[in-house]
């Protein structure tokens, strides 16, 4: 398989890690001691990275540098990440608004206490 660099797509896989952490782009900047609209422009797809940014991209958001730059590695992960993601909404489909505010907060600590 013949893996290639997609901009766009790296940028997304980053804002959807960004955002399930409930950080914002400033946020993201300064954890990764850049400024904020040079990781909007990563995110946009508008550049790209040096080495040094994407090893404190993969640090700060506990991702592997092949993932970040590649995705995923096969359709099997694909599909079960899928199935994985597809029992969370449902789990959450079936709870009060309470509950899920509170589930979304507790997922969001609990990315960040395995990020320390």
Do not use: W
Request: with cysteine; aromatic share 6%; charged share 30%.
């Amino acid at each position: 398989m013949n893996k290639t660099y997609d901009r766009l797509a790296v940028g997304e896989r980053l804002r959807l890690k960004r955002t399930a952490l409930g950080l914002t782009q400033d946020e993201m900047a300064e954890r990764i001691g850049r400024v904020p609209k040079y990781y909007a422009d990563i995110e946009r797809g508008n550049c790209g990275m040096s080495i040094e940014t994407l090893l404190a991209l993969s640090s700060t958001l506990n991702m592997s540098l092949d993932y970040i730059i590649f995705g995923p590695k096969s359709d099997e992960q694909q599909a079960r990440h899928e199935d994985e993601l597809h029992a969370i909404i449902e789990m959450l489909d079936h709870a009060s608004d309470r509950k899920r505010t509170y589930a979304l907060r507790l997922l969001q600590l609990f990315l960040i206490a395995c990020d320390s």
